[in-house]
């Protein structure tokens, strides 16, 4: 699956924050779309005009006239704000048209009671790593979204990373592990750091080390497709330095406490809606 499934569509994105800027961003470096066939919308006027002038896309201060005609439609809001745009443009939605959000912890069908007509509807979940390219999302279909709105919807995320197709039902632990992931692994990368400080290394080279260590670590587990403790164990020498390094974290607890974290994660995405 290419980015080339995207074509000649156009896309809205409604909310173009953050994350909306990074995908559009994403999509143009990558060629998938031309900016000319880009509309956002956003809270204040000047973020539109804003991003018109930086990208080159279209700007409009209307969630509807930036959904009507729109072949793909990426609601990007807050979860908190979602209700409010799907009320605008819940009767003008078409069967035609794609839409997708990115919104945390809301559902398809959440969204899906406040279309009135049978739109494909996605759910993904990226995260900050999408910012180099490097991210990871995961996306699911809605009562009406068939497989191929699902490759072009992935064909999005795929501009800016890897993705994963699963079912909705584990959004909330998506959202819990690789979204607020890099949160807990930037923890992991500034510990090692302060460790490398502490036995004598100058703080730039030790966080270079730390991060270049988790970086390759990661590209490793995916690229080899080895399962993680085998790959532990071959750095890991009978009676050398590593197995002494092993022994601190599992008498910190790490392992327990990162399981924690995610399930701790995941149980406040749940919530997060009605917050
Ligand atoms: N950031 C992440 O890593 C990440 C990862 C996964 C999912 N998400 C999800 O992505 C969504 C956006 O997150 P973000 O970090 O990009 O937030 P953000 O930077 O605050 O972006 C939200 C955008 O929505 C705009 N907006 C507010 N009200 C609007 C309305 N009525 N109509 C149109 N646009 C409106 C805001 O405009 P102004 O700028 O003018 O205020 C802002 O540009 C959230 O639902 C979040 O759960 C984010």
Redesign the pocket.
Known sequence: MSTQALDDRSLAV?????????LIRGLLDAGALQAGRVTV????????AKLSSDLGVRGSAS?LEATIGADLVL?????Q??A??LA?IGGELKPSQILI??????STAFIEKHLEQAVPVIR?????P?LLKKGMTAVSPGTHARFNHLEIARSIFLSVGRTVTLDEKHMDAV?GLS?SG?AYIYIVIEALAEAGVKVGLPRDVATQLAAQTVLGSGAMVLETGEHPAKLKDLVTTPAGCTIDGILELEDGGLRVTLIKAVVRATQRARE?LES
């Open positions: 409604l909310g173009a924050g953050r994350l909306g800027e990074t919308t956003a809270g204040h006027p000047e973020r539109v969630n609601l990007a809001v807050k979860p704000q979602v409010s745009v605008e959000s990115v919104a945390a912890s809301v993904a979940m990226p995260n900050t999408v959202t979204a890099p997060l």
